[in-house]
């Protein structure tokens, strides 16, 4: 019969999911630099780094493990806990999953194609472009983007590089100026 008491000994299991995650972490941070681009029919496509969605894989793996160690561990004082949490990776890591296979960049030479992770795939025109907004967010450069039919695109400028798209920036801004 199984016996409820404190568990404040060492749980492989738990300090296994703790490690693989931590290192998920750290390997998806420092692999967010590396573009992953595909030559499509017309243009280059910039897509997520391969990484994102191997890891994000790892980290559906650790949460059915943490989903699962309550009912295959002898002494659990709290069950619920490690459900939550398990359940709360898979939950991130698949959103992650979803979201990095579908989205994608593709700029031209005048107009930049994408897809975001739930939507159709949209355009922007250069002609159209009725906002710009660069900024600085977590020691990360981005660029967000609206066109004058309400599109919105935000693009991470140190993961992704879209020249096409700059090189029009530059040429309209002594325009403005």
């Known amino acids: ?26 390997i998806g941070l420092r692999a967010r630099k590396r573009p992953r681009v595909r030559n499509s029919e017309i ?16 980290l559906i793996a650790a949460g059915v493990v943490m989903v ?4 295959v561990t002898q002494f659990v004082a709290t069950p619920a806990v490690p459900v939550v949490v398990g359940v709360f990776l898979i939950a991130i890591a698949g959103f992650q999953l979803i979201r990095s296979f579908r989205f994608y960049l593709e700029p ?7 897809r975001q992770a739930f939507g159709p ?9 009725a906002g710009v907004d ?8 981005y660029l967000a983007i609206v066109d004058a039919e309400g599109t919105k695109l935000k ?12 090189a029009h920036l530059e040429q309209l801004e002594p325009e403005a100026g």
């Open 1 to 26: 019969m199984f016996q409820s008491v404190p568990d404040f000994g060492f749980n492989p299991v738990r300090v296994g999911v703790a490690v693989a995650a931590a290192l998920a972490l750290l």
């Open 43 to 58: 243009g280059v496509r910039h897509l997520v780094p391969l990484v994102i969605p191997v890891l994000s894989v790892l």
């Open 68 to 71: 699962l160690d309550p009912f």
């Open 108 to 114: 031209h030479a005048d107009f930049i194609a994408f």
């Open 121 to 129: 795939r949209q355009v922007i025109r250069y002609e159209d472009i």
């Open 134 to 141: 660069s900024f600085k967010q977590y020691d990360r450069e």
């Open 155 to 166: 693009i991470d400028l140190t993961l992704f590089t879209v020249d096409p798209l700059i």
